[in-house]
């Protein structure tokens, strides 16, 4: 997994908040 699809998944996640 490469940092940048972790920090994509952040990105989402903070969204989706």
């Known amino acids: 997994m490469s ?3 972790i920090n994509q998944k ?3 996640n ?3 908040d």
């Open 10 to 12: 952040s990105i989402i």
């Open 14 to 16: 903070n969204i989706d």
């Open 3 to 5: 940092i940048q699809s």
